[in-house]
């Protein structure tokens, strides 16, 4: 990820240029499932759709490609109100910005497996605007301004009463100085050739034949590796720094803020990072460290029976969550309706059957190892590549902690 500023839209969403037509469109961005109802109908520009004379078609997605198919299942819903094969879209990862009305393409948070769902109807509409665009263009040069004698298929725009066709790239330029429609009609359900159906995904083959590059892939010049050894206990802290190996720098690493770490003091000297020139050497030095940390009071009782125990407590006793209020620690999360309503219902009931279920306490870890590169040119440049479902926290934390930084 390179911190970087994107080009702001125009007014309306809307960019053309002579080498074609590009598209910005606005897709909510929702933080969680339960945002869902409550999302605006539009709050940030985040995904644009271009179209080149060259005949490609580009769709620049500003959530992240986490293995949930979003990236193939948006190219797959934007082809279909297109009219073009789904093969043709080409999807590009968007960069991340700090602008309060995001620019088109940059990245956002991606959270509660809410990409295709919350950005199907946006994306549907941006798809049948930009071809009515398209057509409106082969119109004017055909100089028949009935719409009923123009057809659609395969990115081809044909009139029907001599035949004469148009690409989508001939007339994209063209398209690019017109006034966007304010609505344009919707492939009906019953003419659906994508939606619904099963198609091949992006990601698969890079991913089966060993060519997709995730972040533990990054190498630059003059790389150096860190492994991290974190404290045993959440809000313990590092009673004293290690003496460095031989070869390596030891690095106390700290809690900062704007990482959301709950409770835990800022401040914290929670990690010690070795540094070293190869991962194996770093990862085998660190392994050595006599480390001596210095634990909270209620270090023995963090393990999963009082986690069950304390659990079970509030379960029974917690502050329901309530919209808009503080829901601080402790608060009682309930998965649908109204808690209130559920009580009264279980309590009007001639049966009732009470059941637990636990799990233990465990990591909430990805599959690849947590990890970032970091190239760093004080004063000049600082460039984060990092696997993260949220690039404008990670922009957002890079320019907080380097303020004379800023995107560009």
């Not at 004063?379 to 560009?408: D, M």
Request: aromatic share 6%; net charge neutral; glycine share 8%.
């Amino acid at each position: 990820m390179q911190i970087q500023t994107l080009e702001q839209p125009s007014r309306r969403g809307f960019l053309g240029a002579a080498s074609g037509l590009t598209l910005g469109f606005f897709l909510p961005e929702i933080g969680r499932v339960s945002e869902l109802q409550a999302a605006p109908a539009t709050s940030t520009v985040n995904t644009w759709l271009s179209i080149g004379s060259d005949e490609t078609i580009t769709l620049t997605v500003g959530s992240s490609e986490m293995g949930q198919g979003s990236f193939s299942g948006l190219a797959q819903i934007l082809a279909e109100d297109l009219m073009v094969d789904y093969g043709k879209v080409v999807t590009v990862q968007g960069g991340p910005t700090l602008a309060a009305v995001a620019p088109i393409g940059s990245a956002i948070n991606t959270v509660g497996s809410s990409v295709v769902r919350t950005n199907f109807w946006k994306m549907r509409d941006a798809a049948a605007g930009a071809r009515e665009m398209l057509v409106q263009a082969a119109m004017n040069l055909a100089g028949d301004a009935v719409r009923t004698n123009y057809s659609v298929s395969n990115g081809v725009i044909t009139h029907v009463s001599d035949g004469k066709t148009w690409t989508y790239g001939s007339v994209a330029a063209a398209a690019a100085k017109l006034t966007p429609p304010a609505a344009a009609p919707l492939v009906p359900d019953s003419q659906f050739r994508l939606i619904g159906k099963t198609m091949p995904r992006f990601d698969i083959p890079n991913k089966v034949n060993g060519s997709a590059i995730y972040g533990l892939d990054v190498r630059l010049p003059n790389m150096v590796y860190a492994v991290i050894r974190h404290c045993p206990s959440l809000g313990g802290t590092l009673a004293k720094t290690p003496t460095a190996p031989s070869g390596h720098t030891v690095v106390p690493t700290k809690v900062i803020p704007l990482t959301a770490r709950g409770l835990e003091a800022v401040g914290n000297v929670n990690a010690v990072a070795v540094v070293g020139a190869h991962t194996w050497d770093a990862w085998q030095a660190a392994r050595g460290l006599n480390l001596s940390w210095t634990l909270p009071s209620n270090a023995a009782s963090l393990n999963t029976a009082q986690f069950v125990a304390d659990a079970q407590a509030l379960a029974a006793k917690a502050t329901p969550y309530a919209a808009g209020a503080t829901n601080g620690p402790g608060t009682l999360y309930t998965v649908e309706g109204d808690a209130t309503v559920a009580s009264a219902a279980i309590s009007g009931s001639a049966k009732t059957v009470d059941a637990t279920y636990t799990l233990p306490y465990v990591a909430h870890a990805c599959m690849e190892v947590l990890n970032c590169t970091v190239d760093y040119v004080p004063g000049v440049k600082c460039e984060v590549y990092a696997p993260t479902q949220s690039a404008k926290s990670v922009l957002s934390l890079i320019t907080t902690l380097i303020p004379s930084l800023q995107p560009s």
